[in-house]
């Protein structure tokens, strides 16, 4: 694949995981606002997500659509300000690694409670 095609194809998927996260900010803000509103404790919030797979489904939507944009950002970044090479590819891979694992730990500790 040449290094054109990689670029365009890098760019799609920013800009697609973008639009995933604008969303999934949009919904979890309003999650927020109603949970504040109804004056709900970390305790109730905790209640009614554990179990919940569609709380467990989103959130980890939100977690893929960063794994995703996150790392091509910070690659980008650190190659248009230091140079293009090993260690700009390494962070990003380090930063996406961190996204998954922690993110998907969350993800699993809310919906199941924090017992595997």
Sequence with gaps: ??????QA?????????????????????????YAIRGGLSAEEILGRTQGNIAFAIF????????FVH????????????????????????????LIIVLGTTAVIGVFTGGAL
């Excluded at 194809?9 to 606002?33: D, E, N, P, T």
Aim: charged share 10%; glycine share 4%; net charge positive.
């Design 9 to 33: 194809k890098l760019w799609y998927a920013q800009r697609i995981s973008a639009m995933v996260l604008g969303l999934c900010v949009s919904i979890h803000l309003i999650i927020i606002f």
């Design 70 to 97: 996150a790392p091509i950002g910070l690659a980008n970044i650190l190659e248009e300000t230091f140079c293009k090479g090993f260690i700009s590819k390494a962070l990003s891979w380090v930063l996406a690694a």
């Design 59 to 66: 959130y980890e939507i939100f977690v893929l659509a960063c």
């Design 1 to 6: 694949m040449s290094q054109a095609v990689l």
